[in-house]
């Protein structure tokens, strides 16, 4: 593994509360995202928290007034420092409705070590669009889940044919 910590940052994917509780595997990802917090701050690597932003009454997709999504996502597990960004954003990539990819470019940074919530959603589909547009996305596998261990096992499998999967420790032996 290869990873050039000057031009890299840490994406914690939607960590709230409810998310980590109906993970299969939540606190223990909860857990590895805090050593990985702390190792980005000790070593300079810019923190990017995401939240999801429900859409305003009456803006919502249509795909999306159908469904229940009851989950209190006012909080975050962790506590963003000052130093940590957080982006509100209501679809499954980094990129869309954002200005991830322009904060990127402007400060020269082309790796995405990804963790957080939901493997098989918001971690796939940021970590394909990221290499989509030419970033170098790195999942942490202990530091990723899912509600859905099924999914979350192929997601991994899917992304491990396209992008380094990796484990916790090998982000922290850097």
């Not at 031009?7 to 990985?36: A, M, T, Y």
């Not at 990127?104 to 989509?132: C, F, M, P, Q, W």
């Amino acid at each position: 593994m290869d990873i050039d910590i000057d031009h890299s940052v840490l994406l914690i994917w939607d960590l709230h509360p409810s998310l980590v509780q109906f993970s299969f595997n939540g606190e223990e990802v909860k857990q590895n995202v805090e050593k990985l917090v702390d190792w980005a701050h000790k070593k300079n690597v810019p923190v990017i928290f995401t939240k999801i932003t429900p859409f305003p009454k009456g803006f919502e997709p249509p795909h999306s007034k159908n469904r229940s999504f009851n989950l209190d996502v006012s909080s975050l597990a962790i506590n963003p420092s000052k130093e940590d960004i957080v982006v509100n954003k209501n679809t499954w990539s980094l990129f869309v409705g954002t200005n991830v990819e322009l904060m990127l470019r402007n400060s020269n940074k082309n790796t995405i070590i990804i963790t957080g919530i939901a493997t098989d959603i918001g971690v796939e589909t940021t970590a394909r669009h990221a290499y989509a547009l030419g970033f170098i996305p790195i999942i942490v596998r202990d530091a990723v889940s899912s509600s859905d261990k099924d999914a979350h096992d192929r997601s991994l499998l899917n992304m491990s044919k396209f992008f380094e999967v990796v484990n916790t420790k090998d982000i922290l032996s850097i």
